[in-house]
């Protein structure tokens, strides 16, 4: 089983649709979860941080299952400007690095 | 906030050059770390450092070496570049073990020739 996994997609979606990605890992005992974004061409910039069950901000909630192992990102009334690759990492078991999932992509189209 | 710059967006070098690239971090973190990135392969961890002078091997380490003689700067070197290591490189840093959001540079996009 790889360390992080996630569906590549493509996510198309319609402006104001909600939509969901997860992403599952291998390592149970990792504390420590984010979800980056990262557009074409550019650095993946820290979206959200989960440390306990989830976390909210705005438009975005992310969500965590530590008994099936896996992270969700939800997004809510879908913006054109959300249309990106979404990154998910786990705390490798060195505690310094991270483990990166190869990305969702996601198209929000009006 | 955090800003981290990579000396290079855009390099272009030829086989069997010597090629060093350099990551500045502006906020006093511990830990930083080399990456690259290819379509299909996702972040792949070349090194890490958690302290000045100290460095661990990540995931990819074959091919390249990396010094970090001060806190803020991280380079990363490709000792005799070859073409598969034409990719994009990316530079991150993060505050300590118990916060280790990481933030990134804005890369570096080499090619070999």
């Known amino acids: ?110 | 906030d955090v800003k981290v710059t990579q000396s290079s967006r855009y390099l272009v070098k030829r086989t069997g050059e010597k090629v060093f690239l350099e990551c500045v971090q502006d906020m006093d973190h511990e830990n930083m770390f080399w990456y690259r990135q290819d379509p299909g392969l996702g972040l792949r961890l070349i090194y890490f450092s958690y302290d000045v002078k100290m460095k661990e091997k990540g995931d990819i380490p074959e091919g390249y070496s990396v010094s970090r003689e001060k806190k803020e700067r991280f380079s990363l070197i490709l000792e005799s570049a070859s073409t598969n290591q034409t990719s994009m490189y990316l530079c991150a840093s993060s505050l300590t073990l118990a916060y280790n959001e990481q933030f990134f540079g804005p890369g570096t996009r080499l090619t070999v020739l």
């Not at chain 1, 005992?29 to 705005?58: H, I, T």
């Not at chain 1, 992310?62 to 959300?82: E, F, G, T, V, W």
């Open chain 1, 1 to 110: 089983r790889k360390e992080v996994e996630q569906d590549p997609g493509p996510f198309n979606v319609p402006e104001g649709a909600t939509v969901a990605f997860n992403c599952t890992y291998s390592n149970s005992a990792s504390q420590s979860f984010f979800w980056y974004r990262q557009d074409c061409r550019k650095e993946p910039k820290l979206l959200m941080s989960v440390y306990s069950s989830g976390n909210e901000d705005g438009r975005f909630t992310a969500q965590l299952n530590r008994a099936s192992q896996y992270i969700s990102l939800l997004i809510r009334d879908s913006k054109l400007s959300d249309s990106a690759t979404y990154l998910c990492a786990v705390v490798s078991n060195s505690g310094y690095a991270l483990n990166f999932g190869k990305g969702t992509s996601l198209l929000v189209t009006p």
